[in-house]
């Protein structure tokens, strides 16, 4: 299958910083990737749409200002956490499907950030 | 009523059983069916992929999907304690579209 690459895999940080994630889609392009929020023994939770070349698509309730998102190529995809804060903490996931048309979803291994 | 349902588990089952996971859904439009199996603190890794009814068979893994009853099921035979994880399904109604996840159910194999 398709590869996902997410890094870092973990993060602690102090209140106030700002945290960026990078997703790269090692094998494929990717025009669109999506960012998951993961909280303990809960689903998978849409945080946005990430489209290259424009704007992302952001799920209600998910502040945009709060969450950038970045996908300037193909092959990468970038959220940063602004201002982080504690209640930000949470497992952070990127996808991509690895072809247009295609409603297979690859993940990567995921970021957990821990704001202190 | 959530649009997928799926029982969180956990659900413990000794090594060499067969376990039978399923997940029902209320969108009669859904097509597309997936399984995804996440290790903890891990990205999900897509097990199973299936279009409309069917069955489809990937070693120890089969997956069912039965759209008159939305129900979708996911066997593993001869499980092992490396099967332990959390399995998630997630169904779509067309590609390029969302897909909708179930809560997912945590397995454990007791060796």
């Known amino acids: 299958g398709a590869v996902v690459s997410q890094h870092p895999s973990r993060v602690i940080c102090k209140s106030g910083t700002s945290v960026k994630i990078e997703c790269r889609s090692l094998d494929f392009q990717a025009t669109t990737m999506f960012w998951y929020r993961q909280f303990p023994k809960q689903s998978l939770m849409l945080m946005a749409t990430?489209?290259?070349?424009?704007?992302?698509?952001?799920e209600q309730g998910v502040e945009k200002d709060k969450f950038l998102i970045n996908h300037a190529s193909l092959t990468l995809s970038t959220l940063t956490v602004t201002s982080a804060h504690p209640e930000d903490s949470s497992f952070y996931i990127c996808s991509a499907r690895d072809a247009q048309g295609s409603e297979k979803l690859f993940f990567g291994s995921g970021t957990q950030l821990s704001v202190l | 009523q959530k649009e997928v349902e799926q029982d969180p588990g956990p659900l413990s089952v000794p090594e060499g059983a067969i376990v039978s996971l399923n997940c029902t859904y209320s969108?009669?439009?859904?097509?597309?069916f997936m399984w995804y199996r996440q290790y903890s603190r891990k990205g999900p890794e897509l097990l199973m992929y299936t279009y409309s009814s069917g069955n489809k068979e990937d070693g120890r893994f089969t997956a069912q999907v039965d759209k008159s009853s939305k129900y979708i099921s996911l066997f593993i035979r001869d499980s092992q304690p490396s099967d332990s994880a959390t399995y998630l399904c997630a169904m779509s109604a067309s590609s390029n579209y969302q897909l909708i996840w179930g809560a997912g159910t945590k397995l454990i194999i007791k060796p």
């Open positions: 990430s489209n290259e070349g424009s704007k992302a698509t952001y």
């Open positions: 969108n009669s439009a859904f097509q597309y």
